[in-house]
Structures are given as structure tokens and as C-alpha cells.
């Protein structure tokens, strides 16, 4: 089997504390990104700016408040295409908070899946995936449900900015799931599920908006790090010896 993995959701988010002067400039940033060609409509509600793109091979949205700024890319853009346009869009809200926010938390969330064609596919990746990491198809709480396994971790790194966890999920995902995950189901999303990962990456600190593009290149720099561990170690050979 030829592998195919594809970075299928980038999710990130920044939260701050802003001043009670709060000058609201949603409606410039609506105007200025809305018809981007990323998104094809924007409205405010009562705390935030929204913004949806639903194209063909792409999902986007995008919020921005006094509270919390994110973006959400699905599909149709290769990694660092997709860490780009977040990476935009987040520069852009902080510019337009004005107020000096400081930053609480960053959060980033990336998935990376294999689509899989048929349940031949399905079931040799399962047992693949099991001869890689023997016993994990013991553990089945309900011995009556069909099992798809998998491999999870965590772990919390002391960086520089602070306490950074990690959650790191890998194995065969049933369409159901996938579902669950994702702003909405896309032509090339395997008909039968996926095998791929998801990570999530959740800093908490504390700091000033000029500060925060050192801490989100650091954030890329260790998920990209992630991903090609986990291609090397576990995703490859699991698919090439399906």
C-alpha cells in the first residue's frame, strides 16, 4: 500500500485578556479577509467575528473577539501552506486587538490521515497496525463493538514560555469519527475511515501579543518535529507492511 497521508485539519487558537477599552475593529478585519477568496462570507455576532470558506477540497473558518482569536483549515493545503494562512490570520487579529492583549494560551490541534479505499485496505492496516504494537487489540471494553485500535500519549514539556502538553492519538479512524473532528466531509476523506493521528499541542503562559510570534514558530517547529517522528516510526512502516 502507498502512503498517502495528508494533513486534513490545522486548528489553532490564541487566547488573551484585553483592556476594557476595547475598540471593536472586527468589521475592518471582516472586510479585509471575508472576501479573500479563503472565505466566502463573514458575519458579527454579539462576541466575535465569524468567517466560513466551504469549497470544493477546503474547509476554513476563522473567529476573532475580545477573548479569543482561531482559524481552522481543512484539507486542500499542504502543511506549510495551511501554517501560513493561520499564521496570517492570527498576526492580522492580534494587530486588530490594538490593546496590548496578554496571551493565556495557545492551542494547536493538527491531523494527518491516510485515507482508505475499501475494507481490505481497512482491515490491513488494523493488522498491521497491531503487529507493530503487540496487545493493543486486547484492550476492548466492549467485547461486543467492533474494534479499531490504536496507540495514545501525552506528555508535558518545560519550555521557555512555560508548561507546554501534548496528546497524541494514532490509529484507524471510522468515518463516524472523522466526522465528529472536522467542520464538514470532503470528496477525498476515505469511504470506509482513515488511519493517520491527531495532536494536540496546548501552551498555557502568560505574555504580550509582540511576544507571540517566537512562541508560535516554536509551536510549529515541534509539531512538524511530531509528524515526522511519527511518519518514520509508526505510520510508514505500518502501511508498508499492510
Not at 462570507?41 to 466575535?48: G, I, M, Q, T
Not at 491516510?114 to 496487545?135: A, D, H, T
Not at 507546554?164 to 468515518?175: A, D, E, F
Amino acid at each position: 500500500m502507498r502512503e498517502d497521508v495528508r494533513l486534513r485539519r490545522l486548528e489553532v487558537q490564541v487566547h488573551y485578556d484585553t483592556s476594557f477599552l476595547w475598540l471593536d475593529t472586527r468589521g475592518a478585519l471582516g472586510q479585509a479577509w471575508g472576501y479573500s477568496g479563503r472565505f466566502g462570507r463573514w458575519r458579527l455576532e454579539p462576541e466575535a467575528l465569524v468567517l466560513v470558506g466551504e469549497h470544493e477540497t477546503e474547509n476554513n473558518f476563522g473567529s476573532f473577539g475580545m477573548r479569543q482569536a482561531s482559524l481552522v483549515t481543512e484539507g486542500g493545503n499542504g502543511w506549510d501552506s495551511a501554517f501560513d494562512f493561520a499564521y496570517r490570520w492570527i498576526d492580522d487579529c492580534m494587530t486588530a486587538v490594538r490593546h496590548m492583549p496578554i496571551i493565556r494560551r495557545v492551542y494547536m490541534k493538527v491531523v494527518q490521515l491516510q485515507p482508505l479505499k475499501n475494507e481490505s485496505e481497512r482491515s490491513k492496516i488494523q493488522s498491521s497496525l497491531v503487529k507493530r504494537f503487540p496487545g493493543i487489540d486486547e484492550f476492548n471494553p466492549d467485547a461486543n463493538a467492533a474494534l479499531n485500535s490504536g496507540v495514545s500519549y501525552n506528555s508535558s514539556i518545560n519550555s521557555q514560555y512555560g508548561q507546554r502538553l501534548s496528546t497524541m492519538v494514532i490509529g484507524v479512524m471510522k468515518p463516524e469519527q472523522r466526522a465528529a473532528q472536522l467542520l464538514r466531509e470532503l470528496p477525498d476523506d476515505g469511504p470506509v475511515g482513515d488511519f493517520g493521528y491527531m495532536a494536540d499541542f496546548d501552551q498555557r503562559l502568560e505574555c504580550r501579543a509582540e511576544d507571540l510570534k517566537p512562541i508560535l514558530t516554536e509551536m510549529r517547529r515541534q509539531a512538524r518535529s511530531t509528524d515526522q517522528h511519527i511518519r518514520s516510526r509508526v505510520l510508514i512502516p505500518v502501511i508498508k507492511n499492510a
